[in-house]
Structures are given as structure tokens and as C-alpha cells.
């Protein structure tokens, strides 16, 4: 029964397609922009797919700043070099570049650029958050990878350097004015990365489908990025150069993302604590935890499940609900195997001695709290036992 109020908001607007960075001066125009500050990290400035998005300011004799100190993990320092850079360039428009980090890293510096004060004032986990009510800067996002999806979505995961631990700043105010997936730029990222990247944005659309909340927009997404990460992951993995592959892929990455508004799962609390404790790359921690979750999921969310059997190209009309659930958790599993994931957590260094630290992590990190089927901390301990 449908007893109350909900809010439906996807206010980003997407400019897709190969090519889509000739667009961007457009864009900018729209916003009422004149000067970006780049945000990105040291490796992407030497990237072609960088250089790529600087010719297109240079031709259309866009002034520009770039700032490239964000660190894999973006802390506060990043964030605060990158306000001073903004105001010492007079810029009036963020502009993030880059995978997860820079974009959260972009984020944030909106906040700081908008509001003032420090990055723990925002702290969205402290008792008494200071309120973000903008205006703030104009945020534009152009994704080099295909997984996070942080380009559409309210959150920023910043790093506290005083306190060594992650602050979460959230707000719809921060979600960005445009995002704009150029495929293009995402055909030099090797096969490893794409794999772990691209199992990212599927672990997104499952764990969001079987969140029990009630979002019917978001479950339609989810499984629309569910399909496309089946077909196309694959394909991108094993062809780089594969522009529709790599299109498809930005777009389940992006669905992904706008439909965890809803939520996420066990997948993403025990890959957080894989990354925290062991530096697990996340999306590799999310493909190799992501069969397990759902083996211990597949009872409470059968139909889900069935679906995304279907999506495989299972005849799912041929067996019950309970067989075609069974089948999915299978599937994930192949897909893993094919695109060079290993099966187990003990082939990418994880110890037994490490699990007991691992699940008291995963145990607080709060993405659990909305898995398909509620789990204690012993499940986290036996899913992590199972996943060694
Ligand atoms: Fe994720």
C-alpha cells in the first residue's frame, strides 16, 4: 500500500554522445559562466583525454584555470588548495574531471567556494552539520571512467586529515548542473580498470533495485543500467576502442548513480571496509563480494533476481523464481570470471587475520542498513568468510 509522500528529483541534465566536449563552451554559455577551474588529479593532466578537453577551451579562446592536486583519496588540503586556486583566478564555474575523486573533490570545493568554512563543518555524520542553503557555484562534470558515477550524484567523500576518516557531505544543492559522457574519452583506460569500474555501476544498479525502499523511477533505471552493464561490459573490456560499448557503459554508470539515490547494500558496506583496511581498489572489492551478497540475498528478493537473470538471456520462463534467482547469482559469477575479476578475496591479498577488523568496519558503515535482507555482523563476518 502506498501510504506516503515521496520526492522524486534527477536534476542534472546529461549531454551524451562521442564528441559531446565540443559542447561544453555551449554549456558553459548556458550557465552564465566565463572562466572554469579544472579540478583533477596528477595523472589525468597527462592523459591525451585531458588534453583532448583543454583543445576545446584553447579553440574557443576560453580562459581557464586548472588545479590537478586531488588526491586518490580526496582530503580536506586538496579541497582547501583548490578555493584558493578558484579565487586567485577569478573562475566562476567547477568543472571536475577524472574518475570518483576529482568529481567529489569538485563537489565539495563548490560548497567551500559557496558557503566558506571548513570541510567538517558539513560533516554530514556530526551531530549538527552546518546547513548548505547555497547559492553555489555552477558544477559541470566530464567522467574519464565508467563506475562511480559521481557526476550526478549529491554526495562528496572527502577525507579529514586532522581526524583520518571519511566525511560525507551531502546536499542536493551539489549535484552537478551538467554532466557531460563523452565515451571517447574513456577508450585508453586499461582493461583491469575498466572491468573493476564497470562492476562498480552494475554492484549500483543491483544493490539500488533490491533496496527496499519504494522508488519506482529509481528501480526503472536500475534495471535499464543492469542491462546495459550485461551487454556492454564485456565488450568493453575485451575491445577498448569500442565507442558503442564505452557509450553504454558511461550510461550505465550514470543510471547506476541516479538510481542509488534509493540506496546501496551489503556489497558497498564490505567493499568500503575491503578499501579502508586492505586499499582494495573499490569496484574490484564490489565484484568479488557481489556474488556472495547475493547468494545470501537471492531468498528476500527472488523476483529481483530473476530479472536480472533474464537480462543474461536465461530462459527464466522455464524454471520458478527461487532457480531463476540461483541463475543470476551464476551469472555474476561468469561475468567475473570472463572479464579477468578473480573469485576470491584471498587472491587479491586479503588474510583471514584481516577479517575480524574488515566486518567491524562493514558493520558500521551505514549501506547495509538498507541491503535486500537485513544483516547482523555476523552475516558481514560469514559473507567476508565465504568471499576469502
Ligand atoms: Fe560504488
Redesign the pocket.
Known sequence: MITQITRFSFPTQIVFGPGSIKELPQEFAALGASKPLIVTDSAMVKTAAFASILQVLENNDIPYEVFSGVQPNPHDIDVEQGVASYAAAGCDLIVGVGGGSPMDAAKALAVLVGQGGAIEDYDAQSASPEPITGPLPPIVMIPTTAG?GSEVGKCAVITSTAQGRKIFICNPLMMPSRAVLDPELTVSLPPHLTAATGM?AL??NIESLTAPLFHPMCDAVAMKGIELAVNYLSRAVEHPEDIEARGYMMLSAMMGAVAFQKDLGAA?SLSHALSAVCGLQ?GLA?AIVLPFVMDFNKTVCAKEYALIAREFGVPIHTMNEAEAAEAAVAKIRELNAKIGIPAALGAVGVTAQQLAEISSKAFRDPCHLTNARSCTHEDLEGLLKQAL
Do not use: I, K, L, Q
Request: proline share 0%; no cysteine.
Open positions: 562511480t562498480d554492484t549500483h558497498h573499490h564490489n
